[in-house]
């Protein structure tokens, strides 16, 4: 199972809401998570289970979606959200795979 | 609280062997699959294997099988990668994970490899 990310770059302002995509080459269920990732450091997670937000992560960040179509929402962006966002899927494995990511960037 | 500690950043020159270490703390070792990803300079994620601390269960992605060797030593919490032959292609950051058979929900800091002769 492929999961392609799309757009490859967006360019949004701050205070804005944000839409990135993920699709799945074929259903996946719920089985899905979303990381963020700034220069530097290592992935956080997100979203798991399409969802549900982990541990810790802010309110304005909000998954949906199930099957092959998954959307990551940030409303009212700040500027520590600009950074690079991955999903992967995890309703068979192995493999593993990940999305090629997304880049938020400032406008 | 969780932790995974990696060890420091490597210089090599292709041909050269290299092990790398990823060590658990706040949790039970042994029942948490921990995975190894690498970053090549400016690209995404790649998945790279999977260990299972408990039986050794080890699983690989087809792009690094025979490539790369994953372990661990349950004794010191600690998990490893090894490479035997390293390739200028292998330059990259290489984090460890643990997975929890829906996500990779802790991460090391990152082990940065630059392969140069």
């Known amino acids: 199972i492929v999961v392609t990310q799309s757009p490859g770059t967006v360019s949004v302002s701050p205070g804005e809401r944000a839409t990135l995509s993920c699709r799945a080459s074929?259903?996946?269920?719920?089985?899905l998570a979303w990381y963020q990732q700034k220069p530097g450091q290592a992935p956080r997670l997100l979203i798991y289970?399409?969802?549900t937000r982990a541990t810790g992560i802010p309110a304005r960040f909000s998954g949906s979606g199930s099957g092959t179509d998954f959307t990551l929402t940030i409303s009212s962006l700040q500027s520590e959200d600009f950074a690079v966002y991955y999903c992967h899927h995890s309703k068979s494995w192995p493999p593993i795979t990940f999305g090629q990511g997304t880049r938020l960037e400032i406008k | 609280e969780v932790q995974l500690v990696q060890s420091g950043a490597e210089l090599k020159k292709p041909g050269e062997s290299l092990r790398i270490s990823c060590q658990a703390s706040?949790?039970?070792?042994?029942?948490?699959?921990i995975a190894w990803v690498r970053q090549m300079p400016g690209k995404g994620l790649e998945w790279m294997g999977i260990?299972?601390?408990?039986?050794?269960?080890?699983r690989y992605s087809p792009s690094f099988l025979g490539q790369v060797t994953i372990s661990a030593d349950k004794s010191i919490k600690t998990a490893y990668l090894h490479w035997s032959s390293l390739k200028a292609s292998d330059t990259a950051i290489y984090f460890c994970a643990r997975f929890t058979g829906k996500t990779f929900d802790f991460w090391g800091q990152g082990t940065l490899v630059t392969v140069s002769s």
């Open positions: 260990f299972y601390p408990d039986d050794s269960d080890t």
């Open positions: 074929q259903s996946v269920g719920s089985n």
């Open positions: 289970d399409a969802s």
């Open positions: 706040g949790y039970t070792f042994t029942s948490q699959w």
